[in-house]
């Protein structure tokens, strides 16, 4: 079990470093869904159920959908149509 232990904390350490690496914003927060996500599954093998199932709720669920509405209402994603849109309405810049 120490070695399934182990590799979930690699995991861990290889998660917070890519996430802050990342320069795409997307792909920055399913990476930090995976790192809750992994979180959980530390939390159970601690024997600590009620902390697990707060960090996938929390972590990979709420404050993921959070940040996917907020890239969506800042036009982050979804950016191919938007400049679509703009270059048949004359509103794109060349």
Known sequence: MTVFTYLLMGFLILCAISVS???NL???ILIYM???LIMSIIW???ESPDLAITEAAVGAGITSVLFFVTLKKIHAIGGKE???????N???IS
């Not at 938007?82 to 048949?88: A, L």
């Open 34 to 36: 995976s790192y809750s």
């Open 90 to 92: 004359g509103t794109g």
């Open 44 to 46: 159970v093998i601690l």
């Open 82 to 88: 938007r400049s679509d849109e703009q270059e048949e």
């Open 21 to 23: 690496l990342s320069k």
């Open 26 to 28: 997307l792909n920055s």
